[in-house]
């Protein structure tokens, strides 16, 4: 198993422009989500996912959108770059049942810094 | 929303038992209570897990309180490496969400 991947893991972006961060799991988990952690701070939600095709936003969703098209893969998009979107983003994923159930696998993280 | 209070940050001496205390006052009965750390510069680390009973595992144990209001972590015989800032969360079963603390950063003495 690779758990989660993210991808990229550093990127610059100038305000305005778009991007898509990718996440994929590769443990079947039903649920995945995003967060993103600002400097000396904990995480906050941005959109989860309970399963293909379910989409919800979180705490801080202003200027992302997701989409789940299949079970492995949970994109974030930014649709207009701000640098108040200057962060370090991770994705996450859990299983929903079995014996791993309840335990959260992190994404490495992708940090993101708009200028 | 149930919400966690932690303490900004402890200090432990090398090779000593190390317990880490978190506040959970308004926790519902379907939250269950996690702990994570987090190295500089890494994504968070799995610790441990539980509902209403202690827990523990090859990392830790988790000491939760009769009325679940609050629960601890406890690191036997801290070392250097678990110097990182330790997070106390709360999972609500009923829409799967994560409810982050601010953490607590432990630095570990030589």
């Known amino acids: 198993n690779a758990g989660v991947t993210q991808t990229p893991k550093f990127q610059v972006l100038k305000t305005g422009q778009s991007m898509t961060l990718q996440c994929a799991q590769d443990?079947?988990?039903?649920?995945m989500s995003w967060y993103r952690q600002d400097p000396g701070m904990g995480l906050r939600l941005i959109h989860y996912?309970?399963?293909?095709?379910?989409?919800d936003q979180g705490e801080v969703p202003n200027g992302y959108n997701v989409s789940r098209s299949t079970t492995e893969d949970f994109p974030l998009r930014l649709l207009s770059a701000a640098p108040s979107q200057t962060s370090v983003y991770f994705c996450?994923?859990?299983?929903?049942?079995?014996?791993?159930?309840?335990?959260?696998?992190f994404g490495e993280g992708s940090w993101l810094t708009v200028v | 929303d149930a919400k966690t209070t932690q303490p900004n940050s402890m200090e432990s001496n090398e090779e000593e038992p190390v317990h880490l205390p978190c506040n959970h006052s308004?926790?519902?009965?379907?939250?269950?209570i996690h702990w994570y750390r987090q190295l500089p510069s890494q994504g968070p680390e799995y610790v441990i897990h539980?509902?209403?009973?202690?827990v523990n595992n090859r990392m830790a144990s988790l000491a939760i309180a009769e009325d679940r209001k609050s629960s601890t972590l406890i690191l036997h015989r801290a070392t250097l490496r678990d110097a990182a800032v330790y997070y106390c969360?709360?999972?609500?079963?009923?829409?799967?969400?994560?409810?982050w603390g601010a953490g607590t950063k432990l630095i570990i003495k030589p």
């Open positions: 539980g509902l209403t009973s202690n």
């Open positions: 443990m079947n988990h039903e649920y």
């Open positions: 308004t926790i519902s009965g379907t939250d269950y």
């Open positions: 969360i709360l999972r609500d079963l009923s829409n799967y969400q994560l409810i």
């Open positions: 996912s309970v399963g293909a095709g379910i989409t």
């Open positions: 996450a994923s859990i299983s929903l049942g079995g014996t791993k159930r309840d335990t959260i696998y």
